[in-house]
């Protein structure tokens, strides 16, 4: 009787270890998932930080132009990162005290360019950062999930300074994050809502 307990506990502990490492291991398996990836370097190493919950919202008119983009929010404090001095370093980086959402908001699939050639849509995006924005042009690949499901994922290499933040340096500079940072991301829509 000890002896099948024992084995019971053995084959259930994996269970619960494998299901804590999903969300802290970084993982971005599937195709139905929602999460926004950020990995970078330095001279000495190098971090990833990831999100497993964007904020989707519906689409709404911006900037007085009558262009209706689909906003999306990240917060902050909710990405994960491989251990908790890197991920207060980039908590402070992107300034989460002041601007605790990174905010992206995406051109509506209708208006987006198909380009035959990759099979992606080019769709207009606009990124803000620590309080600032920038544009650009994503491609994206768009797959469907169950009925009313649509996921849109891509990935762009992004430059710190173009939002104006000072990549990071810690003791006295001889550790010097760089300027790029990848972006990877799978955005969730429920197709009812938008």
Same mark, same amino acid.
């Not at 989460?96 to 099979?119: C, H, L, M, N, Q």
């Not at 950062?129 to 768009?142: K, L, M, Y």
């Given at each position: #009787? +000890?002896?099948? $307990?024992? %084995? *019971?506990?053995?084959?259930?502990?994996?269970?619960?270890?494998?299901?804590?490492?999903?969300? /802290?291991?970084?993982?971005?398996?599937?195709?139905? *998932?929602?999460?926004?990836?950020?990995?970078?370097?330095?001279?000495?190493?190098?971090?990833?930080?990831?999100?497993?919950?964007?904020? @989707?919202?519906?689409?709404?008119?911006?900037?007085? +132009?009558?262009?209706?983009?689909?906003?999306?929010? $990240?917060?902050? +404090?909710?990405?994960? !990162?491989?251990?908790? =001095? #890197?991920? &207060?370093?980039?908590?402070? #980086?992107?300034?989460?005290?002041?601007?605790?959402?990174?905010?992206?908001?995406?051109?509506?699939?209708?208006?987006?360019?198909?380009?035959?050639?990759?099979?992606?849509?080019?769709?207009?995006? +606009? @990124?803000? @950062?620590? !309080? &600032?924005?920038?544009?650009?042009?994503?491609?994206?690949? @768009?797959?469907?999930?169950?009925? /009313?499901? #649509?996921?849109?994922?891509?990935? $762009?290499?992004?430059?710190?300074?173009?939002?104006?933040?000072?990549?990071? =340096?810690?003791? *006295? !500079?001889? $550790?010097?994050?760089?300027?790029?940072?990848? %972006?990877?991301?799978?955005?969730?829509?429920? *197709?009812?809502?938008?």
């Amino acid at each position: #009787m +000890k002896y099948q $307990i024992s %084995v *019971l506990i053995l084959s259930i502990v994996p269970l619960f270890i494998n299901h804590g490492n999903e969300r /802290s291991g970084l993982k971005v398996d599937g195709d139905c *998932l929602n999460y926004i990836l950020i990995q970078g370097s330095s001279n000495i190493n190098q971090f990833e930080f990831i999100n497993y919950d964007p904020e @989707i919202n519906q689409p709404q008119t911006l900037f007085q +132009k009558d262009e209706t983009y689909q906003n999306i929010q $990240i917060p902050v +404090k909710e990405f994960y !990162g491989p251990n908790n =001095r #890197m991920l &207060n370093d980039f908590f402070s #980086m992107v300034k989460a005290s002041e601007y605790p959402y990174i905010k992206i908001d995406i051109e509506p699939r209708e208006k987006a360019d198909f380009d035959e050639a990759t099979g992606l849509t080019n769709f207009k995006t +606009k @990124i803000s @950062i620590a !309080g &600032n924005t920038r544009n650009f042009i994503i491609p994206c690949a @768009i797959n469907f999930c169950e009925d /009313s499901e #649509m996921v849109l994922t891509g990935d $762009i290499e992004l430059e710190l300074s173009d939002f104006e933040i000072e990549p990071p =340096r810690k003791l *006295l !500079g001889t $550790i010097k994050v760089n300027d790029e940072v990848f %972006v990877t991301f799978a955005f969730k829509y429920d *197709l009812k809502k938008t």
